[in-house]
């Protein structure tokens, strides 16, 4: 073993026994440890080609190697983010030798096989399709997004999730007790309460806590106060790709915790994206959008806060902006919910879509011209603040629309007036 390997490598689970974590896909009768269980016991004789999806430090490389000893196949890996179309076929060259002269099966295990361009992830195909490698893939991105339909419909694809805080103490646990690999030689004094802390501070990435105990141990002090664990974590790195997955799923959430009138969890999210380093202007843009779908005119004023805060976000910048958001993010939360307006907006668009260009009636017509004049355009045309009333009763829509409704106002907040209104308004123009 090579003591100057990072403890994390060291620590790697050598056999299935030894792995933590991810029960939804290697719990007693799930499938990923059928597969296992079957290539060691020889019930199937070729590994099928699969990729892992999950954040980083959940056991992506880990389970690769794991498959690869199952069968006994020999195991090579590449990244992709070095890693070319003629590095490919060498190693499917050396797997078509193996298993030509040996019989022997290869795995060929991609880190980040997202960072793959199209060509070099095709160049993949006859390999796998022919049997002559196992590929595994491992990636932090949603597959469906960053592999190709033809290579995807090869792969199985297994979801490993962040590691619980649980399994993330035991894993710290047997670090510190291992006097082999681990730290069981270096007499480390770690208060319950510290290892809890390491393990939440640790986003659910077995490498981050186990690297932020290694740096523990390199101190001269061998009792480690919760302080010194903050230290060595340095900042809990927040797990969020702000052009990947994270980038649609948390502001996703952050506008349906808006929809849902929960201003903490609105607050929650706002926070893991301002944290990621998400661009306060795309928040922004979405609490606007989340204004006018969500809120509309139940509470004109959401859509005021929300370009307020737009507004402050160009004006001040980062890291200023942040309460701004977390204000107009409380105050979407916690304004009354109508998407009327919404959907009137969208059932105005689909009728258009749906009727054409239909005319307007003449009277409504502009007559810039004489032509025009001439030809009825606003002929008869009545101005509505010289009538009694304020309100006319001349036809307002193309002539087969006269009766359609798009907008109807629900009995909840500022919309309860606008329903009072609009049926006053309605009565007047019908003479009622």
């Known amino acids: 073993m090579n003591l100057f390997e990072p403890l994390a490598e060291r620590m790697r689970p050598r056999t299935l026994l030894e792995y933590l974590g991810q029960q939804e896909v290697l719990g007693e009768g799930k499938l990923l440890r059928r597969i296992i269980e ?51 076929r060498a190693v499917i060259e050396e797997a078509q030798n193996l298993l030509r002269l040996e019989g022997r099966p290869s795995l060929l295990f991609i880190d980040e096989i997202h960072r793959f361009n199209k060509t070099q992830q095709d160049a993949l195909l006859p390999a ?18 960053e592999l190709n339909r033809a290579l995807l419909s090869r792969l199985r694809v297994f979801i490993l999730e962040a590691l619980s805080v649980e399994d993330l103490e035991k894993i710290i646990r047997k670090a510190l007790a291992d006097t082999t690999r681990g730290l069981g030689n270096k007499d480390l004094k770690i208060a319950d309460d510290v290892i809890t802390l390491l393990a939440q501070s640790s ?8 690297n932020a105990l290694e740096w523990l141990s390199l101190r001269r002090d061998s009792i480690v106060t919760r302080e010194a664990a903050l230290e060595a974590l340095a900042k809990s790195v927040v797990a969020y790709d702000a052009t990947g997955e994270d980038h649609y799923n948390l502001i996703s959430a952050l506008h349906k ?16 994206m301002l944290e990621g380093g ?19 005119l139940a509470d004109p004023a959401a859509l005021q806060q929300a370009m307020l805060a737009k507004e402050t976000v160009d004006f001040v910048g980062v890291p200023e902006c942040d309460v701004a ?10 304004a009354p919910k109508s998407n009327a307006l919404y959907m009137a907006s969208k059932q105005a668009r689909a009728e ?21 004049k001439d030809l009825g355009y606003g002929a008869g045309y009545e101005y509505d603040p010289d009538t009694a009333t304020g309100v006319s009763k001349q036809a307002t829509m193309p002539e087969p629309l006269q009766n ?16 009072k209104r609009l049926e006053y308004f309605t009565k007047l123009r019908k003479g009622v």
């Open 257 to 272: 915790s808006i929809r849902g009138s929960d201003p903490q969890a609105a607050l929650y999210y706002l926070a893991r």
């Open 278 to 296: 998400e661009d306060p202007l795309f928040i922004a843009r979405r609490l606007v959008r989340a204004a006018s779908e969500d809120i509309g």
């Open 128 to 145: 796998v399709e022919e049997g002559i490698l196992s590929l595994v893939g491992a990636t932090t991105e949603n597959p469906s997004f």
């Open 352 to 372: 258009v879509r749906d009727s054409g260009s239909l005319p307007v009636p003449l009277h409504y017509r502009n007559a810039p011209t004489g032509l025009m």
């Open 325 to 334: 958001l977390a204000q107009a993010a409380v105050y979407l939360a916690l």
């Open 203 to 210: 986003g659910g990435d077995a490498r981050a806590a186990l």
């Open 38 to 88: 079957d290539l060691a016991t020889k019930r199937i004789e070729r590994l099928p080609s699969l990729v892992f999806w999950g954040p980083p430090g959940t056991g992506k490389t880990t389970l690769a190697r794991l498959l690869a000893l199952s069968c006994n196949a020999h195991f090579t890996t590449l990244s992709a983010t070095n890693s070319g179309v003629k590095d490919v």
């Open 404 to 419: 359609r409704k798009f907008y109807e106002p629900r009995d909840i907040g500022f919309e309860r007036d606008l329903a």
